[in-house]
């Protein structure tokens, strides 16, 4: 669909289908160049209003056939157009029989059925279905699927679908078939099927509840190698899915296929997970710790999503944080048992400051549940899932494991096998636990991040300190006026100690203990606490239990107090982060006005403190000595200036590194590990810790500590450590660079996921002719602009990572990015959309780079014959 042709689908609109299906049978012919596809489908009326015309989505599609009750339609007997084929019934149940063919070859949007190698594949959430057969391709149109797939064999010799195999056997002039039942009903966004020349590992697992299920992980065969680490976490998934959640899988078969050709991580197709090969691929030598972790974490969520998403779907594409932000939770919480749970929480608050906050506060701020969309493509967002896990944490916040496991257990019993909606999930949870929950459905239905404002007042003849909490949220495109939601607030009290003060509520007979969680429902409540001995450090929003700003003017001594005595971690790690945000704010304003940025002593004796702390856990030190992200520094200030915080930013990683450079170079040596590499917790914590001191002594520009990272590089056995040395040799803009990068592409150049680390990691160098690089790069050989993780790689890491370049007031990294978002347009529109969106924030800029950016908006809007994804986002950027 072109931009002339857009229309915009609301949740108020919501029918049901007037139509749905029952059973469908598929049969395909398949071939690279032309694919026959014969449909079967047992339709019925729905309970949506009535109509005697069935209309299905189709897109792309060459038809070839229709039949109803084995009767052939004529051209006059139909209604077809560019989304779509309708035709009258006047019974209540039909038969309808179709044929269509497609062409995979020349699908570059990689959406619907598409070549990737030598082999075929599918990819049909959201909307992929119609660009393979005619259907009402919507999620509350659940339908039992069998499936045959008919091809070469010697070219395809591998033929999977959804479910268990039934059938397989051999046709004439070389080629086979095989048969797959999908006995559980579906929408047909989790259909799927792959075909080719694959290699595969096989494990056996059987289920708590006794079922014996065979585990397959396929990928091309020279990848073989690097298979195994996901095959365990798939098993780990399983196994901690029974444990927690009491789920177990349903299916006889469960398989994976790894292609490096994705616009996403991986899709949860049911029985036949697809993933972006960077989710299953990993070896020590060609992976980092980040890698292998990120593997688990998404090989765990997509077999979680064979409750929260398969068997319970959504109702429409509105409710698609109900599967998505649902599972993120699970997946975290998988990722927190099995490795630090602290360093985890970090991680994702982390991630939501730095992809979810600029999202709230620009042009497609968007609540959880949006009201309306053109591409719904464009709604798979930090909000959607970020956010929206962050919204299932306040169920677990608010009703506790067992209260929270009861209200799961009810949503499972409610509704095995429907299509629901974000209410009825809120209600098992209420229900559960007759509680009422009421405001919980706000967080789903207004956009925005909400602040949290502070004040204290401590009255030392009373002993008595009152909290006063407000809570704001601002206006977002289209709503405005937004009420007050339900915001728990875990909290205590530290006395000049360091120790834990007890909480005694004003009104309430007994003492809380030593932690209380408060509830903040109205815009602006008072909390009084009695027998406070001394003025307290107040510790607030511990676990950081709500996706919301703090403001709270703490001092810098009462920042440093909670950073070294606070019991949460989560809030010893934040303490850092606001020390260190308000210091770099400083320094950029200094930067603005042309002085040398001074660094005062809190922030070194905090880091010294840190530094010197050998007991303290290695993974929260390294994520406390990590300096704010540059995206979550943008939060902060207004109007945004990039290159002055990224300057200030440096500069004080240049001032730490200096001033502290014999501790940076003893926690490198007390952090060296010995014996071959694992990717186990206690060792991906050290190596972090040792890499980031690393980073730091590159920093510092001393020549012995640039020869100490490249003979780390040299002499490292993995690639966590090599890598880490590589970047901070490169990034600190150290002449050894260009060395390590020829080196390191000689080595790797075989491997597709590592050249993407290479490609990554020039993009995101600030020093030299950064645009001029990355168009060079674009030329190199290994470049291919039809693969996405290509362009994540190059273009996504310079437009996000190499914010200092990319807002270069000359504006010709506006220029780049806006150039390849036109050309990938004809080609992939959602991986084009994706890229536009970083211009999304160009309102929140100077008033230089204001129009610079508003500028190439105008150019890509100009252009005409958009995509619905593209045009999309650029209209709502400019306000249109």
Not at 171 to 181: M, T
Not at 463 to 483: V, Y
Not at 706 to 723: E, G, I, L, W, Y
């Amino acid at each position: 669909m072109r931009e002339d042709q857009a229309r915009t689908i609301r949740l108020a609109e919501y029918q049901p289908p007037s139509w749905t299906v029952d059973k469908v049978r598929l049969r395909f012919e398949l071939d690279a160049e032309a694919t026959v596809v014969h449909s079967e489908l047992k339709i019925r009326r729905g309970e949506g209003p009535h109509s005697d015309t069935l209309r299905l989505d189709g897109e792309a599609l060459e038809l070839l056939s229709v039949q109803v009750d084995g009767e052939t339609l004529l051209a006059a007997d139909y209604e077809q157009d560019d989304e779509s084929l309708s035709f009258p019934i006047s019974q209540d149940q039909a038969t309808v029989t179709l044929v269509n063919r497609v062409h995979p070859a020349r699908n570059t949007a990689l959406e619907g059925l598409y070549q990737s190698a030598d082999f075929l594949l599918t990819q049909c959430e959201a909307e992929g279905f119609r660009k393979i057969t005619y259907f009402p391709d919507r999620p509350d149109v659940m339908a039992e699927f069998e499936v045959r797939l008919e091809a070469d064999k010697a070219r395809y010799p591998v033929l999977l679908s959804n479910g268990n195999p039934v059938a397989s056997g051999e046709l004439e002039d070389g080629r086979h078939f095989a048969e797959w039942h999908d006995p559980h009903p579906k929408p047909s966004y989790l259909f799927a099927l792959v075909a080719g020349d694959l290699g595969y590992i096989e494990k056996p697992y059987a289920t708590s509840a006794g079922r014996d299920v065979t585990l397959r992980v396929y990928a091309e065969h020279r990848n073989m190698d690097q298979c195994d680490f996901a095959m365990t976490s798939l098993i780990n998934a399983m196994r901690w899915d029974e444990e927690r959640f009491g789920l177990n899988y349903d299916l006889d078969v469960y398989n994976i296929v790894a292609t490096d050709d994705f616009n996403m991580g991986a899709m949860e197709n049911k029985g036949l997970n697809i993933f972006n090969s960077r989710f299953v691929l990993a070896r020590p030598d060609t992976a980092t710790d980040e890698d292998f972790l990120g593997i688990e974490s998404v090989i765990g969520h997509e077999y979680f999503h064979n409750w929260t998403g398969n068997r319970v779907t959504c109702r429409d594409w509105f409710q698609l944080s109900l599967k998505e932000g649902l599972t993120v939770f699970r997946d975290q919480e998988f990722s927190a048992d099995r490795n630090s749970r602290a360093v985890k929480r970090i991680e994702d608050v982390r991630l939501l400051r730095a992809g979810q906050f600029p999202e709230d506060a620009g042009p497609m701020a968007h609540p959880v549940r949006p009201p309306e969309y053109q591409e719904i493509n464009n709604f798979y967002t930090a909000t959607v899932y970020i956010k929206g896990a962050e919204v299932v944490r306040l169920y677990h916040s608010l009703l506790g494991e067992e209260g929270f496991q009861k209200g799961m257990r009810l949503y499972f019993e409610r509704h095995d096998g429907d299509a629901v909606t974000t209410e009825d999930f809120l209600a098992a949870m209420a229900d559960a636990n007759q509680m009422d929950l009421s405001r919980m459905q706000r967080w789903y239905d207004q956009a925005g991040t909400p602040t949290v404002h502070v004040t204290t007042d401590y009255d030392e003849d009373k002993r008595r300190l009152t909290l006063t909490l407000k809570q704001s949220l601002p206006d977002t495109p289209g709503q405005s006026d937004k009420q007050p939601t339900l915001i728990p607030v875990p909290m205590g009290l530290l006395n000049s100690q360091g120790r834990a003060m007890p909480l005694k509520l004003a009104g309430e007979e007994k003492p809380r203990g030593e932690e209380a969680v408060l509830q903040l429902t109205e815009t602006e409540q008072r909390f009084v606490f009695e027998g406070v001995s001394e003025r307290p450090v107040v510790s607030l929003l511990r676990g950081f239990s709500a996706p919301v700003k703090l403001d709270f003017d703490q001092s810098d001594a009462d920042l440093a107090h909670l950073m070294a005595h606070d019991q949460d971690s989560f809030n010893r790690w934040e303490a850092s982060q606001r020390l260190c945000c308000r210091v770099i704010i400083q320094a950029m304003e200094a930067i603005q006005a042309g002085q040398t940025p001074q660094f005062p002593d809190s922030i070194d004796q905090a880091f010294a403190a840190l530094l010197r702390d050998d007991k303290a856990d290695p993974g929260l030190r390294a994520e406390a000595l990590t300096l704010p992200a540059e995206t979550w520094l943008a939060e902060l200030v207004s109007p945004i200036d990039p290159v002055a915080i990224a300057d200030a930013r440096h500069a004080l990683k240049v001032h730490l590194a200096k001033r502290f450079h014999e501790d940076w170079a003893r926690l490198y040596a007390d952090n060296q590990l010995q014996g071959e590499y694992q990717p186990e917790p206690r060792d991906i914590l050290k190596r972090r810790l040792k890499n980031l001191a690393l980073s730091y002594l590159a920093a510092s520009g001393e020549s012995e500590s640039v020869k100490k990272a490249v003979a780390q590089f040299d002499t490292a056995d993995n690639m966590s450590d090599q890598m880490a040395a590589m970047k901070s040799v490169v990034l600190e803009g150290h002449t050894q660079g260009e060395s390590l990068l020829t080196r390191f592409y000689k080595q790797w150049k075989s491997q597709p996921l590592v050249v993407d680390k290479w490609f990554t990691l020039q993009a995101m160098r600030s020093d030299g002719d950064a645009v001029a690089r990355i168009r060079e790069l674009r030329d190199h050989p290994a470049f291919k602009i039809t693969n996405p993780n290509k362009v994540r790689a190059l273009y996504g890491a310079f437009a996000n990572g190499n914010r200092k370049s990319f807002h270069a007031e000359d504006g010709r990294g506006y220029e780049l990015i806006a150039d390849v978002v036109m050309e990938l347009d004809e080609l992939n529109p959602s991986i084009a959309a994706r890229l536009v969106s970083v211009f999304n924030p160009w309102k929140r800029m100077d008033e230089t780079r204001q129009g610079l950016m508003k500028a190439q908006l105008e150019r890509i809007k100009a252009k005409g014959k958009l995509s619905r994804d593209v045009n999309e986002i650029v209209s709502r950027a400019l306000g249109q």
